[in-house]
Nanobody
């Protein structure tokens, strides 16, 4: 069974940092690209970042470019999102996702709140 479990969210002041983690199981993690997607209160889903299977080709939404860094540890089956210079507009539930044989899988999400 494919499982994606996010952690690391919380309350942080503007300008602060958080690192999200996504523990993957039930599939060969090192073979699949991974994504981070977020949903702000009352809004739709927004793609944040992607990383290819080997981790050497990250991509970012313009809204987070230069502030967020995606990475992965294939030995630990874990995806990360380092978030720096956080802004109130980054407040959202953050999900890690992947597609396996055209089927999408999502974690349960982790809440990030940026507020003073």
């Amino acid at each position: 069974e494919v499982q994606l479990v996010e952690s690391g969210g919380g309350l942080v002041q503007p300008g602060g940092s958080l690192r999200l983690s996504c523990a993957a199981s039930g599939f060969t993690f090192s073979m699949y690209a991974m994504d981070w997607v977020r949903q702000a209160p009352g809004k739709g889903f927004e793609w944040v970042s992607s990383i290819n299977y080997s981790g050497d080709r990250p991509t970012y939404a313009e809204s987070v470019k230069g502030r967020f860094t995606v990475s992965r540890d294939n030995a630990k089956n874990t995806l990360y999102l380092q978030m720096d210079s956080l802004e109130p507009e980054d407040t959202a539930v953050y999900f890690c996702t992947t597609n396996i044989l055209t089927r999408p899988y999502w974690g349960q999400g982790t809440q990030v709140t940026v507020s003073s």
